[in-house]
């Protein structure tokens, strides 16, 4: 029978794309979507990329409870939404994935040094203090058992996502030097920043341009530094992470520079990665440089690794909207209810 | 002495656009910017491009009112603005350009046409009735002594513009059978709306995209319709427009096909249409169909005709913000002002 | 069992395209791979998104002769490559469906209006015309049990299939006036023109670009009018098109103006449509105008209609790589081995 | 009078770039274009947005030979061509600027350097050694006197004139740490590929795409290495450079990593760039990040720095076409002719 599932905040793209996976999915059921401001309309008249597809209504949470007729709900919320019904959720024994940094954090300390770079949720305190420990942080591929025994699952930032799995074998195996400092150029698509206009995403604005910002002050750097400096022989990690804004719809293509501790071949590095990722289905370790293309619509992340004395260059490109968040959060959603990690993800990605 | 300028609405993309050209323009100066959001700005913090370019700072009309200290004012300002000040203006015998529909027709009955469409002012009545009669339409090159001798001119809308010279010989010489009837579809790039912040305009919707929209019911029609429904021999107009907003910044392709009153050759209608054309310098007509890029930033307005038969089809090409708004407007300054009419303008477009 | 496939002309992007749509589907097999260029390359190098997809490689044709271990071939060659091998496949008895012009006409006058338009077959005779009869036309939705039997379909043309499907309900009821003339506007994306590198698809030329071609002369034309004016009631058809490529990669979006015989009023005719697509999984009827993005990636023919007085506009969007071209050749293989209409081609678009 | 100038590789975006730039100058009369592809063919057939800007007609080099009725010499010619003609040219006491990497080096060693990266002149011996030392390199801030004197200017790469501009001051300075290294991320339209068709450069693969490519070995890196290095206190640079193609025409926007010798405020550290400049009146040192349509069209190089302890973070964004190549050959025709460094290329960005 299949697992049912409520989303909360199902009009953004994040709740879009949950809902295209799961509907596609053999062995889950979407049971309700939850939204604030398109309550009443037909889903597919808010998309209608969607005419055909289902017949689901958007609801009020005043009409449908969060929580309500599900086994499982995913908020595709912003950052403070979730902390609120955390506590009944787990009162009643729902697990739940969020979308937001509510859960991505182990501790109040980690959770506080998030919140310091986030406009909007500076100097708040947590919600849900008590459940922290009880979530894991769902980048799936470095804590499968962990995701997949958690009654609360953190689903990454978008940007991290790509960092932390490009880095994470130099990292494991303390071959980072400079004390952890990587220098990131990120690149990415106008869609994680959700589909609210906003003069950064306007068109006319964005098209054809390049912006950089939040220059060395982006919020999703935190959980970076955080995972990756306490990984295997880490011994903390610096990400100076510039994002930079492009005039495309889709993808996140990361630049990574580091100093090695020691010196390494390219092959060997190369050999390294696929070992790292041997048994991770959606990351593919290539000889070429990736491109922001070569993962559009899949759950891939492509990385390649090159080296130049003692410096290396890491890159990885995801969909931001799927490796980046709803394709990671089906695949944890996989890993909660013993589906496999590829189950409902199993797409090429389109090109040309 | 250069002429004094005072531009209202200064902030938008219309009024940004004049600015630009004014500042390079050597017969005129431009005394104040006038707006309602960034007053107390310079507008070079507004937009960063013009960093070095200008000192200016936006002004309120609270502080530096309308019509002072210049000897014309631009209004790049939505339907129903100037015609507040209009008679305050005229009565100073100050000479004005709007770009809103609010003087682009030479009776209330006209301007009702128009009004009746356009959702923001549907049955409301004109507030300067009085003057209506004593404005110029803009496409300078139907009439260039008519706004050289204005008062007042009402820049015309963008669409209509590229539509107007694209038809314009044809009405003239009573070619156009089926009661005048045109199916027109345009092509628009985003900038044509304005930069404030839309879903239709937000990037992560449009980009790659093509989305029809007002399906034979866009405002600008209406002055298509009346102007060339009334040149020469033509006994009425009917534009059948469908206008489709692409996912690009800049520039108007229409593409118009109707049936002739009797068989031409397509050499003969060029031929035509370089005569017609032939004082008028900012109107190309091609051998080979016009592109979009092939008039960016330029005051062009690129033309071809095709013959099928007793069918033609005509294409024009304008770069929206310059020969569909501002370069139009410079343009007719420069006729009511004496200069060339290629003064300020004399530009190549930007291409690749 | 799987059937299985041989894809001729496997590494342009129609070849990738079947291919993609082949190893997701459950009842069909890839057991080839032919291609003049790459033979010897894994296809997965030839295009990096496919890395762990597959492990097929490329085959020339003199090591893997055409028809070899399968129970269907698909060509996606260039016009005038299937009619070579056209009858010693018959013979044999092996089925085949063709992405070019080949087998698209019921006879050769047909097919002689047809290859006047297209310069690189011109005043050749067709090389296989004893099987003309023997072929279906592959529009899915207009024959499903003709392209179900037929040994040979010749899969439509990309701007065919969507001036077809979005006139079909009009010319089957007679309702297209003016002696079945309709004035159509085509955007199409970059890809239709496959990945050969040109002029005209260089980024820095069409990028943000609209470039109108083959005005009034292109070859896909003669399908369209020839199909159209043998529905039901119709008696002939004459398209008016004009192709205009975007600056995008895929995705056809065509607007098409016509005149009809008898009044109608938009409901009546959006009703119209929806029975005459009733069993057609793939075709929708919007309310609202169909966008670019709207069928990305997708199978689906949205399709609205407009109408003013005794004048109609239809619109109807398509990716052309899918509906226009992989996507028909995987429905009709569908038809052909009895599996349903939607086996393997079950997807959602792409958006945003 | 005006100084005649004849272009060499007149077809290319770069003679399309000088041509423009020349016609609307006031000082510079173009007096041949020569080319070797479109020989006898009108330069607005080749371009058709140069209708009506211009009479010139593209002439082959048997015609009219190198140096004919010209004050000057532009070659926008391949590595290899310019060498081939120096001698002959210098002898006349004719003047030149190459746009190749021909004549940016001031010893054979330096160039050796640079030809080993480059693929098509590897191990070639330069065809001119004497002359080297008489050229000067053409990055106009750095060197406006020694450009004004020299008979030969080897005008700068694209890549090389952002990342040179960029980080000047602080070679200048001395302040570049970890024995200069530097590491880019470069982001560039297709347009610095030029015109000719190309994988790379096919609309279908680069749209809303990012290709890294020449991974740590993009030859403009040499020239970056050895101008830095030699700067003022700085003892060597080396750049660890990243370029990226994005699916866009035009622009070039470097982001750039380092470590500090010594702690630095950015308010300093703009101070000191502000100054560095002061002169300098196409570089713009912003308070925000740089944006690549910020330069659009202009010859403007924007530049900011962002500082986080000891590591700074400079960008800088130009015209790849303009200050990249087309706008610094004119820059530097201004310096050797005694025009103001700012004729003929005071213009606005093109916004938006």
Request: net charge negative; hydrophobic share 40%; proline share 4%.
């Given at each position: 029978?299949?697992?049912?599932?409520?989303?909360?905040?199902?009009?953004?793209?994040?709740?879009?794309?949950?809902?295209?996976?799961?509907?596609?999915?053999?062995?889950?059921?979407?049971?309700?979507?939850?939204?604030?401001?398109?309550?009443?309309?037909?889903?597919?008249?808010?998309?209608?990329?969607?005419?055909?597809?289902?017949?689901?209504?958007?609801?009020?949470?005043?009409?449908?409870?969060?929580?309500?007729?599900?086994?499982?709900?995913?908020?595709?919320?912003?950052?403070?939404?979730?902390?609120?019904?955390?506590?009944?959720?787990?009162?009643?024994?729902?697990?739940?994935?969020?979308?937001?940094?509510?859960?991505?954090?182990?501790?109040?300390?980690?959770?506080?040094?998030?919140?310091?770079?986030?406009?909007?949720?500076?100097?708040?305190?947590?919600?849900?203090?008590?459940?922290?420990?009880?979530?894991?942080?769902g980048v799936s591929e470095l804590n499968p058992e962990g995701v997949a025994a958690a009654p609360i699952v953190g689903n990454p930032g978008c940007f991290a996502v790509g960092i932390i799995l490009g880095l994470a074998p130099l990292f494991q195996d303390g071959l980072v030097g400079d004390e952890g400092i990587v220098a990131v150029d990120g690149l990415t698509g106008s869609s994680g920043a959700g589909k609210k206009p906003a003069p950064l995403q306007h068109l006319s604005h964005l098209n054809d341009n390049v912006i950089p910002y939040r220059v060395l002050s982006h919020q999703h750097v935190v959980e970076a530094d955080l995972t990756l400096g306490r990984l295997g022989k880490a011994n903390g990690a610096q990400v100076d992470f510039i994002p930079h804004l492009l005039g495309t719809t889709r993808g996140i293509l990361n630049t990574m520079h580091l100093r090695l501790t020691q010196s390494a071949s390219r092959e060997g590095l190369l050999e390294r990665y696929r070992e790292y990722f041997a048994d991770a289905p959606f990351v593919r370790v290539l000889d070429t440089p990736p491109t922001l293309k070569g993962t559009l619509g899949s759950n891939y992340c492509d990385i390649s690794v090159f080296v130049e004395g003692n410096r290396a260059v890491v890159m990885s490109s995801i969909d931001n909207l799927m490796k980046g968040q709803s394709g990671s959060a089906m695949q944890n959603l996989n890993l909660m209810f013993g589906s496999a990690q590829t189950a409902g993800l199993d797409r090429t990605p389109l090109y040309p």
């Open positions: 029978m299949a697992h049912r599932v409520q989303i909360v905040g199902a009009t953004g793209y994040g709740g879009l794309g949950i809902l295209e996976l799961l509907l596609a999915h053999p062995d889950f059921e979407v049971t309700s979507l939850i939204a604030r401001d398109e309550a009443g309309r037909r889903i597919d008249e808010v998309y209608p990329h969607l005419h055909g597809r289902t017949d689901l209504t958007v609801d009020s949470v005043e009409t449908t409870p969060v929580g309500t007729n599900c086994d499982v709900v995913v908020f595709s919320t912003p950052d403070g939404v979730s902390q609120g019904y955390a506590a009944a959720l787990a009162d009643a024994g729902m697990r739940f994935i969020d979308y937001s940094g509510d859960f991505r954090f182990a501790s109040t300390d980690d959770y506080a040094k998030y919140a310091a770079r986030h406009p909007s949720i500076a100097d708040e305190a947590h919600g849900a203090e008590a459940l922290l420990g009880r979530a894991a942080y």
